[in-house]
């Protein structure tokens, strides 16, 4: 198993409403592939700062859901949750994100 201070949460939706967990359910995941970086701060269960943020004006660009579609094909059945997206041609991930994506980041 990995160190407490390496895991971090991300919500999932259960398989069944009839889950006591439902409508969402904490999976806990390894994150000491980017908290044992110098580049990223842990927040708390959910988040990382990451301090070499480049800002990104337009999210809704064909580059960057590319990249959001390899890192999903590339999970594999690691994350079963996202199955649903494994495969899909490009241009419909494309429209599929269309507008669905932010970022978030702190300015001076």
């Given amino acids: ?9 991300v919500f999932v939706i ?3 409403e009839n ?4 409508p969402s359910r904490k999976k806990w995941i390894d994150a000491s592939k980017w908290l044992e ?3 990223y701060i842990k927040i708390d269960d959910f988040y990382l700062l ?5 800002p990104i004006d337009d999210l809704n660009v064909f580059g960057i859901t590319a990249r959001i579609q390899e890192a999903i094909n590339n999970a594999g059945d690691d994350i079963p949750e996202l199955a649903a997206l494994n495969n899909l041609d490009s ?4 429209q599929l994100m269309d507008g669905k994506l932010s970022s978030e ?4």
């Fill in 50 to 54: 990451n301090l070499n943020y480049t």
């Fill in 37 to 39: 970086t110098s580049q």
């Fill in 14 to 16: 259960p398989e069944s």
């Fill in 1 to 9: 198993m990995y160190a407490q201070s390496n895991k971090m949460a």
């Fill in 91 to 94: 241009q419909v991930f494309f």
């Fill in 19 to 22: 889950d006591h967990e439902w």
């Fill in 105 to 108: 980041y702190f300015e001076d």
